[in-house]
């Protein structure tokens, strides 16, 4: 495929410098402060699927975030693939953690990136790998080798539930017709060994408020004798695990799949090192549910952890004080047949039935999503397993994710179609976290392999 290569080789630069000026735009959307600037970027990744030759580009309004659609047909009786990503980003902060600006984009290199890394919120997750879709077809277009029709969808709202996505696909079934889905928004086992995600967690997101007197008290003239909420909450989240570290959620485990064991010791092949973990991570041990290898643990079991607690005085010194109320916010990642709104409603029951009668309790759902599994006797994972065989010169394994996305199983029973997931992100890029970086070996090797999934999988449907 020489064509690939020569046309990556005389426009590389361009393509880093086209993905740096998108990053520059902080398009947060969990944080309205920032809603013009999501509005900004949906309007950049419009003119970037224009110029790339995108046809009928179009900003299309929802209750939310514009979604971002355009489309290349030109054979309705070729295969069509829809191009799915996001242009929205997660908060920054904290912000003195990171070694540059988030939105001011760096190329570095690193020990895992010796070619270089572009340091900015956003540039694996998912602006980069969006990106390497549009430049993608960029090359199609310019060496005339698009095989197929292509479709984009890009949201901006994955980072907060992806609602009005939701809102847009149910309208819009005729329109996002399609053969395969596509998306680059997970990561591969290394630069050396890539894999192709066929699962994703689901997920089920609460906030819960528990509390107790009416105002917050004096800790010396009333503690002992009136209950302290975030004594209560600390109590009643440990309660959420019992010694082996299994949920202790009544039902919770009732529709979780068991895999077998040849199904178990067949992912257990992929290479690991529990050294390596420990030490990118500074531990001195690794923790989780028993029974259970580190892999499995993040990919075939649903957990339940808390991602923020707070209550009482936090500020310089020290306060004496017993807060009225305590807060925490929990994620349970599930995996495929846990239904999100079913764990949640067993959650809330739960956690209700736990807490004495000296606190009151509230549990508000945020958002979930089901979780998904992608056959690997696909057209489409064929095709994906072919070319990324071609362009790293190593057949990729498959592997289930950790991480979710909640709108692949709504793709699945809205528009009946399977998804495939060419992740080129690694574990140690800092999705979410500070100084996010994406290398530049990743950003052009998924522009060299997405074109050869096109060509697979045009050949592979005749
Ligand atoms: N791209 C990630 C999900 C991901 C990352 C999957 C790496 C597999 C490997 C996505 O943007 C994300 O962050 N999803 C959220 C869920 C969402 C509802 C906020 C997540 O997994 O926490
Ligand atoms: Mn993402
Ligand atoms: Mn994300």
Redesign the pocket.
């Known amino acids: 495929m020489e064509h690939i290569k020569n046309y990556i080789d005389k426009n590389k630069e361009r393509f880093i410098n086209e993905l740096i000026d998108l990053l520059k735009i902080p398009s947060v959307s969990a944080d309205s402060a920032y809603s013009q600037d999501v509005l900004n970027t949906a309007e950049k990744v419009k003119f970037f699927l224009e110029k790339a030759g995108c046809d009928q580009v179009e900003i299309c309004e929802t209750p939310g975030y514009p979604i971002v659609y355009g489309e290349k047909i030109f054979d309705s009786s070729l295969p069509t693939v829809l191009v799915y990503g996001?242009y929205d980003v997660q908060p920054a902060d904290p912000i003195e953690l990171w070694d540059s600006p988030p939105f001011e984009p760096v190329i570095k290199t690193t020990l895992i990136h010796p070619e270089g890394a572009i340091f900015a919120r956003g540039a694996c997750?998912?602006k980069g790998q969006m990106f390497m879709h549009v430049k993608a077809l960029e090359l199609m277009m310019q060496t005339n080798t698009l095989p197929c029709n292509v479709k984009f969808m890009i949201e901006g709202e994955?980072?907060?539930?992806s609602a009005s996505l939701a809102w847009f696909v149910e309208r819009n079934q005729e329109k996002l017709k399609n053969d395969v889905i596509l998306i680059s928004?997970?990561?591969m086992i290394s630069n050396t060994q890539p894999s192709i995600?066929t699962g994703?967690r689901g997920?089920s997101y609460v906030e819960v408020e528990v509390t107790g007197p009416n105002r917050d008290l004096h800790s010396g003239l009333y503690g002992g004798a009136v209950a302290n909420p975030i004594n209560i909450l600390s109590k009643m989240i440990a309660q959420l695990h019992d010694e082996n570290n299994h949920i202790t959620i009544p039902g919770f485990y009732d529709k979780v799949e068991e895999l077998s064991r040849e199904e178990r010791d067949e992912m257990g092949k992929r290479p690991f090192s529990l050294d390596d973990y420990k030490n990118a991570l500074d531990i001195e041990d690794i923790y989780g549910e028993a029974g259970y290898t580190t892999n499995e643990r993040n990919s075939i079991r649903p957990t339940l952890d808390v991602n923020g607690i707070w209550g009482g005085y936090t500020g310089e010194g020290a306060k004496t004080v017993i807060a009225s109320k305590a807060f925490a916010k929990i994620s349970m990642r599930l995996v495929p047949n846990q239904d999100w709104e079913e764990i949640t409603e067993l959650f809330k029951n739960y956690f209700e039935s736990i807490a004495p009668k000296s606190v009151k309790v509230k549990v508000t759902p945020h958002?979930g999503?089901q979780g998904y599994v992608t056959p690997i006797d696909s057209i489409g994972y064929q095709a994906a397993s072919k070319a990324y065989s071609d362009s790293f010169g190593v057949t990729p394994i498959p592997v289930r994710?950790g991480?979710?996305?909640?709108i692949v199983a709504l793709f699945e029973k809205e528009l009946k179609s399977k998804t495939i997931m060419m992740?080129f992100?690694l574990d140690s890029d800092a999705?979410?976290s500070p100084n996010e970086h994406f290398g530049v070996f990743n950003y052009l090797k998924g522009i060299e392999t997405i074109p050869l999934f096109y060509k697979y999988f045009t050949e592979l449907s005749k």
């Open positions: 996001h997750d998912d994955e980072e907060v539930g928004d997970t990561g995600t994703l997920l958002h999503g994710s991480g979710s996305i909640p992740g992100g999705i979410h």
